[in-house]
Nanobody, 122 residues
Framework: QVRLVESGGGLVQAGGSLRLSCAAT????????MGWFRQQPGKEREFVAG????????WAADSVKGRFTTSRDNSRNTVSLQMNSLKPEDTAVYYC???????????????WGQGTQVTVSV
């Protein structure tokens, strides 16, 4: 079992930056693929970014490429999402997720955090 806890959400003006963190406890964090997803009201939860267990591979949705970067520290059991040049359309609840395989499909991730709200004002 893996427990994930996100932090770092908040209110920021358009063009600003935020850094989300996700702390993991439980089974070997360093063996897991880690992903970030977000969900806006009335919409499906969507993939934002992901990182392989050894940080060798990263993925990002087209909507955030060049603005968002994910990284991890296996010695601290944490994964981060650095969000720059934020736009109002980035407003959502952001979730950290973990799984044993590499996937951008939310249905294939096994563990989820409770989410953290990010609000970008105009």
């Amino acid at each position: 079992q893996v427990r994930l806890v996100e932090s770092g959400g908040g209110l920021v003006q358009a063009g600003g930056s935020l850094r989300l963190s996700c702390a993991a406890t439980g089974r070997a964090f360093s063996t897991l693929f880690m992903g970030w997803f977000r969900q806006q009201p009335g919409k499906e939860r969507e993939f934002v970014a992901g990182i392989s267990w050894n940080s060798r591979y990263t993925w990002a949705a087209d909507s955030v490429k060049g603005r968002f970067t994910t990284s991890r520290d296996n010695s601290r059991n944490t994964v981060s999402l650095q969000m720059n040049s934020l736009k109002p359309e980035d407003t959502a609840v952001y979730y950290c997720a973990a799984g044993t395989g590499y996937s951008t499909d939310k249905n294939e991730l096994d563990y989820w955090g409770q989410g953290t709200q990010v609000t970008v004002s105009v």
